[in-house]
């Protein structure tokens, strides 16, 4: 199964992720991370985070770029966290797609779903605010907004988290006895 999970800030998607990950038991889990460790503060924030998923019994995976050529056989169940960093480290680091990221983000979306049993993707809905942006920015929301649109097409269901609560909005059926 391929589940995409949306929502805001703070809104308890990460949480759900993980609880449907370990729902779905196929055994090893892996855990691909996405957050660029910019300065110390990120650095400690990663550590913690690798070792509450160790107790979850996820493996981790740092992916910052170039997920199509992440080591993913071998895994049951692998959870991406989350697109939004991955999308910007794609257009704004050094070695990353740039123009090309969503093209490349699909495609490593496609050959990790062709490696493993299931797969669960954390992404950011961060189009409602309703704030003007600068051009750079814009660029950023127009290419995750693409990706998000496609992953959701991709998916076998999507679920939006808000206020912690799950709403599905995709694949109703496929999460019976998983949800």
């Given at each position: 199964m391929f589940l995409l999970i949306t929502g805001g800030s703070g809104s308890g998607k990460s949480e759900y992720a993980e609880q449907m990950v370990l729902r779905l038991k196929a055994a090893p889990r892996l855990y691909i991370a996405t957050m660029y460790p910019f300065d110390e503060e990120c650095?400690?924030?990663i550590r913690r985070h690798r070792k509450m998923r160790a107790r979850k019994g996820f493996e981790t995976l740092e992916c910052y770029t170039g997920l199509k050529t992440a080591d993913t056989a071998g895994?049951?169940?692998?959870?991406?966290?989350?697109?939004?960093?991955?999308?910007?480290?794609?257009?704004?680091?050094?070695?990353g797609a740039q123009k090309?990221?969503?093209?490349?983000?699909?495609?490593?979306?496609?050959?990790?779903?062709?490696?493993?049993?299931?797969?669960?993707?954390v992404t950011n809905e961060i189009f409602s605010d309703g704030m003007e942006y600068e051009e750079e920015t814009r660029q950023y929301q127009k290419y995750l907004g693409e990706i998000n649109q496609k992953l959701?097409?991709?998916?076998?269901?999507?679920?939006e988290v808000v206020y912690s609560i799950p709403l599905i909005h995709k694949g109703e059926r496929n999460l019976e006895g998983v949800s």
């Open positions: 650095r400690q924030r895994y049951g169940t692998v959870l991406l966290e989350c697109m939004s960093n991955l999308t910007a480290n794609e257009l704004y680091q050094e070695g090309r990221c969503v093209q490349e983000i699909l495609e490593g979306v496609r050959t990790i779903r062709s490696r493993c049993t299931h797969l669960v993707i959701a097409s991709m998916a076998d269901a999507v679920v």
